[in-house]
């Protein structure tokens, strides 16, 4: 898999990446752009806002069931981070 970083805003906590090669992109698209962004929140801990854009290449029709199984891929891929962190508070 390649990767390309398109933004790093640290006075914003903004980092967006794409995939732009491997298997995740299935001859079918483009590239896959992934944005997240970290802001307070009321309670004083953070809030991670994450999105995702799918470039298709011609007319291809991604179904939803292939954006939740993604999706569901990159929860739990955030989860094992928070969870390492949270136990290991000295780690960063």
């Known amino acids: 898999m390649k990767q390309k970083v398109e933004a790093l805003d640290?006075?914003?906590f903004l980092y967006s990446y794409s995939v732009i090669e491997g298997d995740?992109?299935?001859?079918?698209?483009?590239k896959i752009t992934y944005e997240t962004k970290l802001e307070p929140?009321?309670?004083g801990g953070s809030v991670c806002k994450s999105t995702s854009k799918y470039y298709i290449i011609?007319?291809?029709e991604l179904k939803e069931e292939g954006i939740k199984a993604g999706k569901e891929k990159a929860l739990g891929?955030?989860?094992a981070i928070?969870?390492?962190l949270l136990?290991?508070?000295d780690a960063y």
Do not use: C, H, R, V
């Open 58 to 60: 011609g007319d291809f």
């Open 87 to 89: 136990a290991n508070p």
């Open 10 to 12: 640290k006075e914003n």
């Open 41 to 43: 929140s009321a309670t």
């Open 82 to 84: 928070e969870a390492y």
């Open 24 to 30: 995740a992109l299935m001859n079918k698209l483009e």
């Open 77 to 79: 891929m955030f989860k």
